[in-house]
């Protein structure tokens, strides 16, 4: 852990400086030939008149830093850059992509001395912006590291005699709790006309291998590091209890969901790690859990419009997410059987990133479409809709609807609950965790109002859910794993290891069976009489 204090002016002297920058980055999919990919844009470059000027190539390491998010609540990011003899700290503005062009404020201070460093920040315009914005005393620590292969090119055009671009191709990896890695071109406008930025963007967009980046590396490192990616956490619900309007708790949820939707859009969009479409696709789905438990007090015809809405947008996610589900089980199977598995799987691994990058593209299509900007017109529609008070629809409160909201949930889920045993077939498990899940979410709207009630009730079903869903994941597996193996695999020896991962996920499976029926008596236990406690409570 490193330290800024503003009397530690230890080596260096007065320098650096403060600028918008103005850049347009695009992100290289995944499965497309770099280097090919590159001279194609380079020769349309090239046939619009654009001179190109290799630079070089450098290494560098980026250190992310913050004291308790105080600069990310203000809207900035700060980094140590190593780049072989020179190190160099930067103060960037957090503002988001408009269609892939970032214009940001920049404060960026060399350090002349290769022991500086962040814990002994000599005088200079990143330490005078640092002291401005830290409480006296703040601790700035490391929050992760991006290491990147840098290859730069000046490009000019005749045309624009006074313009001057530099292209940078980044082959990018965090080093964080998860490994993330990404290529991606840059085009930073350093002096000149925005025309010829247009110009180049126009070149770049008909390459058929990228797409314009929603994120900056920083907020690719936060979703790595497993951070908050939000500057800061969505408004709470506020005080709730049995008085509380069923109306306003409705307001307040869905409006939640429309913020998580909304934040993790651009991580998905970009699609480089896991979190960002699983995120996305959950308030899809918390989204339409809060649509039919409040249908009553929403307007109807709003609350149909965006319930469609997003079931589309739902199944688009899930594609994508399965798939992902699928990948991370690769590295599982690995560590199981060691090297002779390893001709198989890379066989298998190819498939299902092809499967992957045809879905991805689907979920990109999505998000540019009419579609998605309609779901986006109709969510908001909902809310301010909700907003007005009907007199011939009164909201009913919290008290006096709770447990008619709880009963029918509660009801079925023990129904279906009691009526397995050891040979219930698997589609069995799988509806009885929907209705989990739909549960807890019910229960979770109302955990506020009554946090002795349901506090631990909540947490059991969400631990049976998550058992549940792994049991789910086991028998997908199992159907993956097997319909690979009959269409593709006509080697003796990889069927058999496909095989032999079937017969895992078998056991897996019967393991999670096994541990389901002492999570089911927690349950059971804990749900006892709760429709009689909600009841007696809100009286």
Known sequence: ???????????????????????????????????????????????????????GETLQRDTYYDSDWQLRQLGWSFRLRRSGNTQKVTLKELTRSRGGVFSRGEVEQTLWQPACGVDALPAGAVHERLEQM????????????????????????????????????????????????????EFELRQGSHEVLSDLLAIADEQSGLIRARLSKFERGLIAAGCQLGRRAPGGIGHVDAQTSWRHLARTHLKRQLHELKLYEPYAWESLHPEGVHQMRVATRRARAALRTFKDVLPEAEGNALEQDIR???????????????????DRYRSKLGDKATHALGLYQGQLLKQRRVAQRALLDALASDNYHTLVTDYNALLSAATQTDPARPSPTVGEIADQTVAPLLD??????????????????????????????QLEYL???????????????????????????????????????????????????????DRREAKRAQRLRKRFAALWAEFEAGSAGLLDKLASTAA
């Open 134 to 185: 830290l409480r006296p005393g703040s601790r700035l620590v490391p929050l992760f590291e991006i290491h990147n292969h840098r290859r730069t090119y000046l490009l000019s055009h005749p045309d624009h005699p006074r313009a001057q671009v530099e292209m940078a191709l980044d082959q990018g990896q965090v080093a964080a709790a998860s490994t993330l890695a990404f290529t991606e071109i």
């Open 412 to 441: 079925r889920v023990q129904r279906r609950g009691r009526a397995l045993d050891g040979t219930s077939p698997d589609k069995k498990l799988h509806r009885l965790r929907i209705d989990i899940k739909r549960l807890r979410y």
């Open 312 to 330: 589309w947008l739902g199944r688009v996610l899930g594609d994508v997410r399965d798939l992902d589900v699928h990948l991370q089980q690769i």
């Open 447 to 501: 955990l506020p109002a009554y946090p002795a009630q349901l506090t631990d009730l909540c947490a059991t079903l969400r631990s049976l859910q998550d058992l549940l869903g792994d049991h789910q994941d086991a028998c997908v597996a199992r159907a993956q794993l097997t319909a690979y193996r009959r269409r593709y695999l006509r080697n003796a020896i990889d069927r058999k290891v496909f095989k032999k991962l």
């Open 1 to 55: 852990m490193t330290s800024f204090n503003a009397d530690r002016m230890l080596c260096g002297r007065m320098d650096g400086y403060s600028v918008q920058e103005i850049e347009a980055k695009y992100l290289v999919l995944s499965g497309k030939r770099l280097e090919r990919m590159l001279d194609r844009m380079q020769q349309a470059m090239a046939w619009a008149g654009f001179r190109i000027q290799p630079k």
